[in-house]
């Protein structure tokens, strides 16, 4: 087996991700690896990047600028709305995310980033907007991609996907 990491395979891997100042934002938890298919976009450009062509058992380390992750922050994306915006019952709460039509075509996430009395900050933005990313990755296992995989866009099966249709 010398699979390496391209389009159209599922590749399992454990990682750490952590900011600028070394806090660990996310990782996969000890023996439940992330299963993702490669070249569709389910994880950030920088990060599929850096794994295209690695083999199984490889480790890296590598640092990826916002513009390669979740974008650059852009102010626009900030409002400050009243409670009522809100359908009842919306957990109004800060990291609470919400999707919202922001014209006839197009849906936005809008996460709760403050929120004062009766006025909600939101941020179209992703949490992670503006950050750099520092990764510790280890590729555990590469196979091809089923062509069921390939029509859903992502991994199923063991740390993938996990549903029947
Ligand atoms: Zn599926």
């Given at each position: 087996?010398?699979?390496?990491?391209?389009?159209?395979?599922?590749?399992?891997?454990?990682?750490?991700?952590?900011?600028?100042?070394?806090?660990?934002?996310?990782?996969?938890?000890?023996?439940?690896?992330?299963?993702?298919?490669?070249?569709?976009?389910?994880?950030?450009?920088?990060?599929?990047?850096?794994?295209?062509?690695?083999?199984?058992?490889?480790?890296?380390?590598?640092?990826?600028?916002?513009?390669?992750?979740?974008?650059v922050h852009d102010p626009e994306g900030v409002?400050?709305?009243?409670?009522?915006?809100?359908?009842?019952?919306?957990?109004?709460?800060?990291?609470?995310?919400?999707?919202?039509?922001?014209?006839?075509?197009?849906?936005?996430?809008?996460?709760?980033?403050?929120?004062?009395?009766?006025?909600?900050?939101?941020d179209?933005n992703?949490?992670?907007?503006?950050?750099?990313?520092?990764?510790?990755?280890?590729?555990?296992?590469?196979?091809?991609?089923?062509?069921?995989?390939?029509?859903?866009?992502?991994?199923?099966?063991?740390?993938?996907?996990?549903?029947?249709?």
């Open positions: 087996m010398s699979a390496i990491i391209a389009d159209n395979h599922v590749v399992t891997i454990a990682y750490t991700l952590r900011n600028d100042a070394g806090e660990v934002l996310d990782a996969s938890d000890p023996g439940e690896p992330l299963s993702y298919l490669h070249g569709v976009g389910q994880i950030v450009p920088g990060l599929e990047d850096a794994l295209t062509g690695k083999r199984a058992g490889d480790a890296l380390k590598v640092s990826i600028p916002p513009e390669q992750a979740y974008g409002q400050t709305l009243p409670r009522e915006a809100f359908p009842p019952g919306a957990n109004i709460e800060v990291g609470e995310n919400f999707q919202a039509e922001i014209d006839e075509d197009n849906m936005a996430t809008l996460w709760i980033t403050e929120v004062e009395g009766d006025q909600v900050t939101v179209m992703h949490p992670l907007a503006g950050e750099t990313l520092h990764f510790e990755v280890s590729v555990i296992s590469i196979r091809a991609a089923s062509a069921n995989e390939l029509a859903h866009g992502h991994a199923h099966g063991a740390h993938g996907h996990d549903h029947h249709h």
